[in-house]
Nanobody, 125 residues
Framework: QVQLVESGGGLVQAGDSLRLSCAAS????????TGWFRQAPGQERVFVSA????????YYADSVKGRFTISKDNAENTVYLHMNSLKPEDTAVYYC??????????????????WGQGTQVTVSS
């Protein structure tokens, strides 16, 4: 199994930046793709960003493209989400997810096998 723990969330003002971390343990070498999802109050969980095992391929939702950057440190088994120019609509619980398989849809939450507990990001106007 893969265990995931998110950290780095908090309360910030619009225009500020945050860096979220997703620390993985367990069978980390078997993870093909790691994704970030978010869920706002009363809303469905939606895709934010993802990165493949090698770090050579990244994906972004249109709503965060140009503002968020996903990266990883394989030596530390950690995936990062650098969030710049934060907006109130970015307010949500952010979840890290991992999938061991390569054949799924990047933005589909249902394909991911393992999930962290989530970290709250609140952006005030």
């Amino acid at each position: 199994q893969v265990q995931l723990v998110e950290s780095g969330g908090g309360l910030v003002q619009a225009g500020d930046s945050l860096r979220l971390s997703c620390a993985a343990s367990g069978r980390t070498s078997s993870t093909y793709i790691t994704g970030w999802f978010r869920q706002a109050p009363g809303q469905e969980r939606v895709f934010v960003s993802a990165i493949t095992r090698s770090g050579g391929r990244t994906y972004y939702a249109d709503s965060v493209k140009g503002r968020f950057t996903i990266s990883k440190d394989n030596a530390e088994n950690t995936v990062y989400l650098h969030m710049n120019s934060l907006k109130p609509e970015d307010t949500a619980v952010y979840y890290c997810a991992a999938d061991l398989n390569a054949g799924g849809v990047v933005g589909s939450a249902r394909r991911y096998d393992y999930w962290g507990q989530g970290t709250q990001v609140t952006v005030s106007s």
